[in-house]
T-cell receptor
């Protein structure tokens, strides 16, 4: 079945440092790819998404590019802030044989990011 | 503003109790989901529903059941709670095509 693998955490950075969180996937079809963020005590929020190969998703200074050739969707940010401290989840949505997605997500294990002043 | 609301933020139940977790969405979404979140394991799908009275097993359905009598409400039922069901439970909904899932705040369940 489909699967998502994220880099092991936790990740600790100083403010204004460069962030990369690696994500690779295995899928039989042509999934959409997502990054979700979970701030302390809250549910998950969509951070960005990409629906086809070579698409770049971006939001709040974060970016990720859908790379079909390397089956990757790495999250990057040029300068992190303390407020970016959260858990980040990479996910893919499956499609059935007819190409329909029900929004069923397969998640990576999550990466805890802590940013210090 | 779109909203998925879970009935409780925290619950403590005893082993063997029947437990109901309720989820309501106000976006008229067809698809609804229950996930379980555990450290180091990410989120794992328990059950989902793509229409009223329809349900499909996810990756870890054992020990759980669900009910969807109305489009806006999706309930997760622990028939006989056990300590290994202590976890964070997250409900989500998505529109047809599933381009984005919207999550509730989560229910942290402790079974003692």
């Amino acid at each position: 079945g489909d699967s998502v693998t994220q880099m092991e955490g936790p990740v600790t950075l100083s403010e204004e440092a460069f962030l990369t969180i690696n994500c690779t996937y295995t899928a039989t079809g042509y999934p959409s790819l997502f990054w979700y963020v979970q701030y302390p005590g809250e549910g998950l929020q969509l951070l960005l998404k990409a629906t086809k190969a070579d698409d770049k998703g971006s939001n709040k200074g974060f970016e990720a590019t859908y790379r079909k050739e390397t089956t990757s969707f790495h999250l990057e940010k040029g300068s992190v802030q303390v407020s970016d401290s959260a858990v980040y989840f990479c996910a893919l949505s499956e499609t059935n044989a007819g190409g329909t997605s029900y929004g069923k997500l397969t998640f990576g294990q999550g990466t805890i990011l802590t940013v210090h002043p | 503003d779109v909203k998925v609301t879970q009935s409780s933020r925290y619950l403590v139940k005893r082993t063997g109790e029947k437990v109901f977790l309720e989820c309501v969405q106000d976006m008229d979404h067809e698809n609804m989901f229950w996930y379980r979140q555990d450290p180091g394991l990410g989120l794992r799908l328990i059950y989902f529903s793509y229409d009223v009275k329809m349900k499909e097993k996810g990756d870890i359905p054992e020990g759980y059941s669900v009910s969807r009598e109305k489009k806006e409400r999706f309930s997760l039922i622990l028939e006989s709670a056990s300590t290994n069901q202590t976890s964070m439970y997250l409900c989500a909904s998505s529109p047809p095509g599933g381009t984005e899932a919207f999550f509730g705040q989560g229910t942290r369940l402790t079974v003692v």
